[in-house]
C-alpha cells in the first residue's frame, strides 16, 4: 500500500511538471524545511540546478568563476519562456541602449533587476532567501517575470558563507541555544564575514582585486542591470533596512535615482506594514565610497540598493535579542524573501521607464572635467590600464606636448608635458560617471559623517602626476608594444626598481636561487644611469645557476622585465659593482602574525600580497603559538594591525626584542605601532594633542555625533615628504601621496629614520576633522628604528588597506628586501 501510495504521488509529480510547471519548494529539495538548518553552499547550487533542470526553458544557470577555495560561483538568469528565448538580445538592447554597443536600441520593454546574496559569508540568511525567492518567482509571482529578467547570485562569497555555516553546524546545540552567551552564537578569528584571503568583497567592487569580483565584474559589465541589489545583515537588534539610503550622496547620483529608490521603499513598506514588521530607511548606509554593492551599480547607472536584516554571524537559527525577541533564520530569509520579491514587482511595473532613465543615465557631456591626463612610471600605467580594462572604460594615449588644468600633484591650476605614452581617460563616454568618481580630485561631500573612506582618488593610489581638464585633450588610440629582449653574454645585468612588478621579478630570482645585489647609491655603467635600488645579477655571483644567461633571459622574459647589460665591475661613476655599498640581497625568511588579536582584514591584504602579488613565501604564525616560536628561523616578522596586549605579554617582548637585537626585523603596520609606542627601548612615541576644544561639555547631546567628527579621519589623502636615500624608500620619489586612514599621530623619531612625514597638514581629497588635523604636523608616516643588529619598521599608515593604492606596494618590498640588509643566511 505503501509503495503504491509513493508511485501513485511520483506520477503526479511528473504529471504536475509537465502541465503546470510544479517544481520542488526549496523545503522538498532540502529535506528540511527553509530556515531550520544553514543549507551549505554545495546544496544551494544543487537546488537551483534542479530547478535549472526542471525549467530549463525558464532558468538558465551559469557559472562565472571560481573562488580561490574552489567553489564554483554562479548566476541564475530568470524570466519567462519568451525573454530566455530572446536573452541574448535583451542583454545586446540594454548595452546598446547605453552606447556600450554600437547599434540603435529599441525601445527596452524588459527590466533587469541583479540580486546578489550573501556577500557577507556570516550574513547567512539571504543565500537561504535567494532559493525561496527564485522559487516564488518561478510560482506565484511568475507574473512578474514577463517583462523582467532577474539574476540571482545565490552566493557572492561561498568561501565565507561556509566557513560560517561549517562552524556554526560542529558548534551549535539541538535544538539551538536562544541565549547570546552560548558559544554558538560567537565566531572565532577571523569569522565567516571575508573571503579565503579576508578580504571584504562588499570594499572591492571598484578594486576588483580578489577573484569573486573580477569575475563577477565581467558578468556584470555585459549585463548592466537597471536595478542591483545587494543582501545583507546587521546586528541582532537592529529591525530591517532598506532604501532610500542615508547621506551623503555622490553628486553624479541622479534625480530619477534618488526618486526611484524611494519609490521601491515605500513599496517595501507596504508589505512590512501589512505584517507590523519593524524597519527603518535614511538614517544609515551612505552612497558614497565607489566599492560597494550599492555605490558601485549606482554609478554604472543601476538603482543599486543594500538591504541590512537584523541577524548577523551571532544569531545563529535563533537568538532572543535585546528587546526581548527571538529573531529567527526563519524569520531573517522571510524579509529578505519579501524585499526581494517586492524589488522585482517595482522592475516590472516600471519596465519602460527605467529602460528610459537608465538611458540617460548614459550621457555625460556635461561633465566638468572633460579628460584626466595620467603620466609617469610605466608599470604603474600598465597596472591602471588593467583596473580600466575590469571596468570596460576606453582610455587612449595623448597626442599633444603639453595639457593645463588642475594638477594633483600642487593641488592648483598647472600644466604638464606630455608624449605618446601619456593615458588620457575621456569622461564623455558611457562610463563617464564611473570615470569621475574614480579620478575626481576631490570628491564633493555633501555630509562628512560617512559609512567610509571618503578619498581614493586613483592618481594618487596610482602615484601618477596627472592633470583633470576641462577642455577634451587630444589623444588617439595606441597599441601596447610587445617587449622582446635577448640576453647577451656580459659581465651582468641591472634592473630598474620602482614598481610591484620589479619587487615580483626579485622575488622570483631569490626563490630560484638567483644570487641579487642591490645599490645603495646611483651608479652609471656603459653609458647608463642607474638610480638607488637598481638590482644587479652578476655572472660571477650565480655560477651555481645551471645556463645563467639562457635561465635568466627566461625569467625576465615571463617578467616583461627590461635589463640593462654591464660589461665591467668598473662604474663610470661610482660605486663599483664590488663596493660595500652595492648589498647582496638575503632570501628573506618571512613570518607573519595571525589569529586572535590581529586585524583579520589587515592580516588578509598582506597574506594575499605575498600570496598572489609578490608571489614569495609567508609563514604565518598563529598569536596563540607566538610564546614557543622559533624567531631564530625567520629574518622578518610582520604584525598586522592588531592589539596585541595579551601576546606581548613581558616574556614575549624580551624574546622579541633579543631576536631583533640578534639581527631580526619587525614591520609593524598601524596599530600594531601601539605595542612599541612609548615602550622601554623605543623612540616611537605618541603625539599628543595639542589645544583641545574650549566648550565640550556644552556641545548639545542632538550635536555629539557631528562634534565628534572634529577628531576623525576618515580616509583621506596627504603629501608626504620622503627621504628616498633611504633603503625602505628607494624606487620613490621626494614626496608620495599617502592614504591616511584614521587620527594616530606619532612623534617624529629622535633616534632612527624618519621615512616619510607630514611636513604639512593640506588635505589633498577626503575628509579630516579640524581637531585631528591640528595634530597631525611633522608626524611619522614610514620610519625604521634600530635595536642592536635589527630594525623595528613603522608603517603608521597602512600601504595594503584593501589592496588599492598600489603606490604603496613597494615601501613594504622594501623594507622586507632592503632595510638593514642582513646578507645572511639562516
Ligand atoms: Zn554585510
Known amino acids: 500500500m505503501r509503495n503504491l501510495f509513493f508511485i501513485f504521488c511520483i506520477a503526479l509529480s511528473a504529471y504536475s511538471n509537465v502541465f503546470s510547471q510544479n517544481i520542488q519548494t526549496p523545503s522538498e529539495f532540502l ?483 638567483f644570487k641579487v645585489r642591490f645599490t645603495e647609491k646611483p651608479f652609471s655603467s656603459n653609458g647608463s644611469n642607474f638610480e638607488r635600488g637598481s638590482l644587479i645579477i652578476t655572472h660571477s655571483d650565480n655560477k651555481h645557476i645551471d645556463n645563467f644567461v639562457g635561465t635568466l633571459n627566461n625569467i625576465a622574459q615571463e617578467h616583461s622585465q627590461p635589463l640593462t647589460q654591464i660589461n665591467s665591475g668598473f662604474s663610470q661613476s661610482t660605486p663599483d659593482i664590488g663596493s660595500p655599498d652595492i648589498k647582496l640581497i638575503n632570501k628573506q625568511k618571512v613570518a607573519i602574525l595571525s589569529g586572535e588579536g590581529t586585524s583579520s582584514l589587515s592580516y588578509g591584504a598582506i597574506w594575499h600580497f605575498f600570496e598572489q602579488q609578490l608571489h614569495y613565501p609567508l609563514t604565518s604564525i598563529n598569536t596563540d603559538d607566538f610564546g614557543r616560536t622559533n624567531l631564530s628561523k625567520f629574518n622578518v616578522l610582520i604584525m598586522p594591525s592588531g592589539y596585541y596586549g595579551s601576546v606581548l605579554n613581558e616574556s614575549n617582548m624580551k624574546n622579541l626584542k633579543d631576536w631583533v637585537r640578534s639581527g631580526g626585523k619587525v614591520i609593524a603596520i598601524d596599530g600594531a605601532l601601539r605595542s612599541f609606542a612609548g615602550k622601554d627601548g623605543f623612540s616611537l612615541k605618541y603625539k599628543a594633542s595639542e589645544g583641545g576644544n574650549d566648550n565640550d561639555n556644552l556641545t548639545p547631546y542632538a550635536d555629539r555625533e557631528r562634534e565628534y567628527a572634529n577628531y576623525l579621519i576618515t580616509g583621506a589623502i596627504f603629501k608626504t615628504k620622503v627621504d628616498h636615500t633611504h633603503p625602505m624608500a628607494f624606487g620613490y620619489k621626494d614626496h608620495y601621496f599617502t592614504l591616511k586612514l584614521g587620527s594616530s599621530a606619532y612623534s617624529l623619531l629622535d633616534s632612527g629614520y624618519n621615512v616619510a612625514h607630514l611636513d604639512n597638514t593640506k588635505v589633498f581629497s577626503g575628509f579630516a576633522g579640524k581637531q585631528a588635523l591640528s595634530n597631525l604636523n611633522n608626524t611619522l608616516v614610514f620610519g625604521e628604528e634600530r635595536m642592536g643588529s635589527g630594525s623595528f619598521i613603522y608603517f603608521v599608515d597602512n600601504t595594503l588597506f584593501r589592496s588599492f593604492w598600489e603606490n604603496g606596494k613597494l615601501f613594504l618590498a622594501n623594507a622586507v628586501f632592503f632595510v638593514n640588509n642582513n646578507a645572511y643566511e639562516l
Open 31 to 513: 529535506g528540511y524545511d527553509i530556515g531550520t538548518q544553514f543549507s551549505r553552499h554545495h546544496q544551494v547550487i544543487d537546488y537551483i540546478k534542479a530547478i535549472s533542470e526542471a525549467l530549463p526553458n525558464q532558468v538558465k544557470l551559469e557559472q562565472y568563476g571560481s573562488t580561490y577555495e574552489r567553489r564554483p560561483l554562479y548566476l541564475a538568469y530568470v524570466s519567462s519562456e519568451s525573454n530566455m528565448k530572446n536573452l541574448e538580445t535583451i542583454r545586446e538592447n540594454n548595452l546598446k541602449n547605453t552606447g556600450l554597443l554600437e547599434g540603435t536600441a529599441n525601445d527596452g520593454e524588459v527590466a533587469i533587476v541583479w540580486l546578489s546574496y550573501n556577500v557577507h559569508g556570516n550574513e547567512a540568511s539571504s543565500t537561504e532567501a535567494a532559493m525561496l525567492t527564485l522559487y516564488k518567482l518561478l510560482t506565484e509571482r511568475k507574473d512578474l517575470l514577463e517583462n523582467t529578467v532577474v539574476i540571482i547570485d545565490p552566493c557572492v562569497n561561498p568561501d565565507g558563507r561556509d566557513r560560517y555555516v561549517n562552524w556554526y553546524n560542529e558548534t551549535a546545540s539541538q535544538p539551538y541555544d536562544i541565549d547570546q552567551q552560548a558559544s554558538e552564537h560567537s565566531e572565532p578569528w577571523p569569522g565567516g564575514r571575508p573571503n579565503h584571503y579576508l578580504f571584504d568583497l562588499n570594499r572591492d567592487w571598484a578594486w576588483a582585486t580578489q577573484v569573486e569580483s573580477a569575475s563577477r565584474l565581467k558578468v556584470y559589465n555585459k549585463w548592466m542591470p537597471h536595478i542591483h541589489v545587494d543582501f545583507h545583515e546587521q546586528g541582532i537588534n537592529e529591525p530591517y533596512y532598506f532604501a532610500p539610503a542615508a547621506e551623503p550622496f555622490h553628486e553624479v547620483i541622479s534625480d530619477w535615482q534618488r526618486d526611484f529608490q524611494t519609490q521601491i521603499g515605500k513599496n517595501h513598506a507596504k508589505y512590512f506594514d501589512a505584517e507590523g514588521w519593524l524597519f527603518f530607511t535614511r538614517e544609515r548606509f551612505d552612497l558614497f565610497y565607489p566599492s560597494y554593492g550599492d555605490t558601485y551599480p549606482t554609478y554604472m547607472g543601476a538603482i543599486g540598493m543594500t538591504y541590512e536584516q537584523g541577524g548577523h554571524g551571532m544569531a545563529g537559527l535563533g537568538i532572543l535579542n535585546d528587546e526581548g525577541h527571538v529573531l529567527t533564520l526563519v524569520e531573517r530569509l522571510t524579509h529578505h524573501t519579501v524585499t526581494g520579491i517586492s524589488t522585482v514587482e517595482m522592475a516590472s511595473k516600471n519596465a519602460k521607464t527605467l529602460n528610459t532613465e537608465f538611458a540617460k543615465f548614459f550621457d555625460n557631456s556635461n561633465l566638468k572635467y572633460k579628460s584626466y591626463v595620467l603620466k609617469g612610471n610605466e608599470d604603474h600605467l600598465n597596472s591602471l590600464k588593467s583596473l580600466l580594462n575590469k571596468h570596460d572604460i576606453d582610455f587612449e594615449n595623448a597626442n599633444g606636448t603639453k595639457v593645463s588644468g588642475y594638477d594633483y600633484k600642487t593641488g592648483k591650476q598647472g600644466s604638464m608635458t606630455v608624449d605618446a605614452n601619456t593615458l588620457v581617460v575621456h569622461t564623455n563616454q558611457p562610463k563617464g560617471k564611473m570615470v569621475k568618481v574614480l579620478f575626481e580630485p576631490n570628491a564633493k561631500l555633501s555630509d562628512s559623517l560617512t559609512y567610509d573612506i571618503t578619498a581614493w582618488s586613483v592618481p594618487y593610489a596610482y602615484g601618477l602626476d596627472a592633470i583633470a581638464s576641462t577642455s577634451k585633450v587630444s589623444s588617439s588610440k595606441s597599441q601596447d608594444q610587445e617587449r622582446n629582449q635577448i640576453l647577451k653574454k656580459a659581465y651582468g645585468y641591472v634592473s630598474k626598481w620602482n614598481s610591484l612588478k620589479d619587487a615580483q621579478f626579485l622575488g622570483e630570482l631569490l626563490k630560484k636561487d
